[in-house]
C-alpha cells in the first residue's frame, strides 16, 4: 500500500478516480432518465394538447419488413441511403431492383367443418361449410379479378375449400403448401382462458407459419410487370397473423381478431412495400344465416 | 479541511464515500442494462426457438383502457386487486358494478359523395353513393339484429346515408353527434405524400375524434341486461382510428387500412373489456362495380 508512504498524493489520486466514478455515475443516471423518458414517451391523440397520453409506443414503420427493399438488394448497401450517380440520378442497379407491380393477397378461410373429427381426414367440411365454399367460388369469380394462383394448405377442410373454389376458376393453376396449415402462432395478447396449447406447439408451429408470412407476403420483384391477385386458402389462426404481421401490427394481437368461415381478406403489397387492408373477413355475399364462425 | 490534521481518518470516509458512490454507479449500469434489454425484447415467433426476432416490442392488453374495469369502479379500489369478502367471495360492490352484456358496434362508411364540392352541403352523396347506402341498408335488415340505435355523424354524407339506412329501419331511434365528423385522427405512421393537413387540424380534430372514441366505444354498463347493437354511420379516417384504438393497435396506423364506401365494420366489445373485430370492411352484399373506396 503506497497511501501510507505518501498519504497526500494517495489522496488526490483516489480523489481523482472518486471525482471520474461520481462523474460516471451522474453520466449513467442522465442515460438512464433519459431512456425512461423517451421509452415511456408515447402516441398523442394530436400534436400538443392532449387530456391524457394514449399509452402507446412510437414504432416506426419498417420499410424494408420484407427485404427486399431495392437499397437492401444492392451491393454494396449503404444503410438507407439511396445511392445516386454523379449526374445525381438514383443508380441504375437500384431502379434494377425497384418493383412496379403491386401484389394482391386474398386470403380465404376454409368453410365450416366437421369438428368431432379426431384426425385431419374427419376433419372434412360440413355441408354448411361446402355451401360457404361455393358462395365464396362464386364471389371471387364475380369480383373478375385477373387472378394468378390459388394456394393452399394442405389439411382437409382447405383443400377442399380451394377444389369448391378452383370449379369457379377452373383455368388458375393450384399450389399447395404444408406451411400454411393450422396451428398455435404465436401466444396470444390478452391470454385466453379456454385455449391454451402445449408450449411445443407454439415452439413448432409459430416458426412454421412465420416462415410461410416469410414466403407468401412480400413486395413484388422487380421483373414482375403485371398487378398480380393470388388467392390462399388456409386458417383462422394463419390469416389473423399475416394480417397483423403484414400490417405491422402487434403480432400477439391476432386473437383480438375474429374470421368468419370461407370469407375474404384482401391484402395489397404496394411496389414501395406499403400493406392495405383493403377487407378483413368479408362474408357480405352470403346469407345472413350461412355466416358461422367456429 | 480536516484531511490535514488527520489524513488516515479522512481517507477512511473518503474511501467510504467512494465505495458508495461506486456501488451506485454499478447499480445504475445494471438497472441501465437490464432495462435495455428488457426493452429491447420483442416479440418471438415462437417460445425460444427464432431465426430472427420479429421487431415488435411486447405491449401487454390494458384491461381498464376504457376505465370501467369494475375494480377501478369501486373505492377504494386497490389496484388491480379483485377485493373479496371475509368469506373469499367477491365483493359485492364490485360484482355491483360489474357489466354482463356485450356490445356490438356496427360502423358503417358513409357512401361515395361528390368530391369536387368544396363545402359540406355540395359534398352530397353521388348516385352510386345513395346506391351503396340502400345496399348497406338492405344488408342490415338482412342481417336481423336487435339494433338499439343508429348514430350518425352530422356532415351531410353521412347524414344522408344514415337517412337512407333509416328507411330500412326505420323505428330505429336516431342520434347525430358533430365529434363524429371526418377529420384528421393523428399523424399516420408511415406517413404519406399527399396527405399532408396542416398542423392544427391534428390539434383540433385529433382530440375530438378521441373524444369521440371514448364516448361511444367502450364495455356495457353493469346495468345493461342485453346486448346492444349500435350502428354509427360516420367517416374513413374516424373508423379506422376507432379500430386500431378499440383493439389496442397503434393508433397511428390507421391509415393502412383502406375502406370502401358504406361497408360495415363490426367491433364487439364484450363484458370482460376485450374487443373483437369481426369483420373490416364488409361490402360482399354489392356487386363487385359498385363498390368504391375514394
Redesign the interface.
Known sequence: MT?RKN??H??KQ??K??AA??A??IT??S??VY??RS?KAG?????????EE??????????NWDRRDPKSLVKPSKNGVVEKDENNNIKNDILDVTPTATRNILLIRHGQYNLNGLTDTDRYLTTLGRTQADLTGS?LK???LPYTKLISSTMTRALETADIIHKHLPDLPREKNDMLREGA???P??PVGHWKPE?YQ??????R??AAFRHYIHRAPADQTEDSFEIIVCHANVIRYFVC?A???????WL???L?HA??TWL?VRPSG???????????????KKIS?S
Chains 1, 2 share one sequence.
Open positions: 497511501w498519504p497526500l494517495f489522496l483516489f480523489s478516480l472518486s466514478t461520481t460516471g455515475a449513467l443516471l442515460i438512464y431512456d425512461k421509452s402516441l398523442c391523440a394530436s400534436w400538443t394538447n392532449v387530456s394514449i399509452p402507446y409506443p412510437k414504432i416506426k414503420w419498417n420499410h364471389r364475380e369480383l373478375d402462432p404465436i401466444p395478447e390478452p408450449n407454439f415452439y413448432t408451429d409459430g416458426q407459419i412465420e404481421r400490417l405491422q401490427f402487434p403480432p400477439d394481437g383480438r381478431l375474429s368468419a370469407s375474404i395489397t406499403r400493406v392495405s387492408l383493403k377487407c378483413y373477413g368479408d362474408s357480405g355475399y352470403m346469407e345472413p364462425y
